[in-house]
């Protein structure tokens, strides 16, 4: 190596590194800065908000919003159904603290300026209710919050900016932080770090490894985060947990949100690559079991399928399910549930992305069952004795084979005829890093790893293999609780206290 390829390494001081600008990390530095620390932030992207700026809504347990609007929503009942949901598989204390955080969190955002103006069922008659959800997007109005505090309290917040790994001292305590940035190496020498760098999704070395059915026709709807994070963890002895968690949300139709709202519609027959159907297509509403029974199907493909009155009728009426896409554009409809504002959006251009799709080659439209199941690749006998056999439960008012709520059975009669292929999906990965409630990282011995903590989905030890869509926007929820709580016991030790 000549001179010229030796990267320039700049010296900095500070009390405590984030790894990470997103919900979870800018948390931690909120929460750390109000306790008067000095603080280096790093980011790898352009800009902080990861895949929180994305999230819809953000879970709580009797927060300021959910008492001013008399909703009931007690720590320990809440406690309760996220243990009973896992199995006690979770780390209760883990889960205690989440929960209890956070309706003080939902206070302190508010504080900073974030409105909670609706508390919405993310399914029919969920209860208790505790998604939270603020104008234009409780992710988006969250992280905007948290960056300008971030400004306020005076953070330097580097960008572009990508930790490479951790300093230990002979004694294991963290001592700082090695990165890159625009040519140059940066060595912050601190006394804590805290990791938050948002999971593993677009490793798939990563997901091969720990996701065992990993396929390369799953698609990750969010943020392609590499697993930095996780891997300068156990580099330096952290334990695992919870790693090969994926939280799912598939079927998706990658090329067309529009499409992919569509392909959810409880009305119409979901089959997979056999032409078989496999599911409850009523199940749609609670999207993490609809994504596990996608995601065991042939190649992780399936089809939804559908004619033309059906079609029409979604034309007329707009969408059924409950479209959370579509709540942001119900901005100052007060309570209004988010089911019914689904079907205030009117699917205008229906036809004509159907159209655009189909000429792409990824929606089929035909006059002929024979056709279509040959563009599925299924036996065509088979698929036609899938039809025949639902339409019959349709005309009979009654699903033998898996119960769908009878409002849902809709005969396809009326050519032409619909498919569209959809493949598992998922939003992000879940768990990694060993922690304890007070977002310490653990070594092999279960023994805090001095200086070092972590936050948000990078950890594990705090969700089961499949989403709690009971306790919703929980995992936005975590994220902003659990570096919150990091960055306060960060700022802790850095202060001796």
């Known amino acids: 190596m000549n001179a010229k390829q030796i990267p320039s390494i700049e010296t900095v001081k500070t009390d405590i590194v984030i790894i990470g600008g997103g919900g979870a990390g800018l948390a931690a530095a909120v929460g750390a800065a109000e306790k008067g620390v000095n603080i280096v932030f790093l980011e790898k992207r352009h800009a902080p908000g990861g895949n929180s700026q994305f999230a819809w809504g953000f879970f709580a347990a009797e927060s ?18 996220a ?5 006690w598989r979770t780390d209760p204390n883990i889960v205690r603290t989440l929960v209890d955080k956070s309706g003080d969190t939902v206070r302190w955002l508010e504080e900073m300026g974030v409105k909670f103006d609706w508390i919405l069922p993310l399914y029919p008659n969920q209860a208790p209710l505790v998604f939270h959800y603020s104008k234009g997007g409780s992710g988006t109005a969250v992280i905007k919050a948290l960056v300008k505090k ?3 309290l005076g953070v330097p917040l580097l960008c572009q900016t990508a930790a490479k790994r951790i300093f230990t001292s002979e004694k294991g305590s963290v001592t700082g932080v090695l990165a890159a940035t625009k040519g140059k190496e940066l060595r912050i020498i601190a006394k804590s770090v805290i990791i938050a760098t948002g999971g593993y999704a677009g490793n798939k070395e990563m997901l091969k490894k720990y996701y065992p059915t990993y396929s390369e026709n799953m698609y990750c709807a969010g943020l392609s985060h590499k697993g930095d994070g996780l891997r300068m963890a156990t580099e330096i002895g952290a334990a695992t947990e919870g790693l090969g968690i994926l939280e799912l949300c598939g079927q998706l139709f990658p090329w067309s949100s529009y499409l992919s709202a569509l392909a959810e519609e409880p009305n119409m027959i979901w089959v997979n690559k056999k032409g078989e159907r496999f599911i409850d297509e009523g199940i749609t509403f609670r999207f993490p079991e609809r994504a596990n029974a996608v995601d065991r199907q042939p190649d992780k493909i399936c089809y939804t399928i559908f004619d033309e009155t059906i079609k029409q009728k979604v034309i007329e009426d707009g969408f059924i399910q409950t479209v959370m896409r579509g709540v942001q554009s119900i901005e100052g409809i007060q309570g209004l549930p988010s089911e019914m504002a689904a079907r205030k959006k009117k699917t205008i251009g229906l036809e004509k992305e159907l159209q655009l799709q189909a000429d792409k080659g990824r929606v089929k439209i035909s006059n002929s069952w024979d056709e279509l199941a040959a563009w599925i690749g299924a036996v065509p006998e088979v698929l036609k004795a899938t039809i025949e056999e639902y339409n019959s439960f349709c005309d009979r008012g009654y699903d033998e084979n898996f119960l769908k709520d009878r409002r849902y059975l809709v005969p396809l009669r009326i050519p032409p005829y619909y498919a569209i292929k959809c493949y598992s999906a998922f939003y992000n990965t879940l768990g990694g890093i060993k922690i304890n409630h007070h977002m310490e990282v653990l070594n092999h011995q279960d023994s805090p790893i001095p200086g070092l903590y972590a936050a948000g989905v990078d950890t594990g030890g705090w969700e089961w293999d499949t989403y709690n869509i009971t306790l919703a926007g929980h995992s936005f929820g975590f994220a902003v609780n659990s570096g919150r709580v990091a960055g306060e016991n960060a700022a802790k030790y850095v202060l001796g206290k």
């Open 150 to 152: 971030c400004e306020d």
């Open 83 to 87: 243990m009973d949901y896992a199995r």
């Open 64 to 81: 300021p919003a959910q008492k001013r609007m008399a909703i009931d929503s007690p720590r320990d009942e809440l406690f309760k159904m």
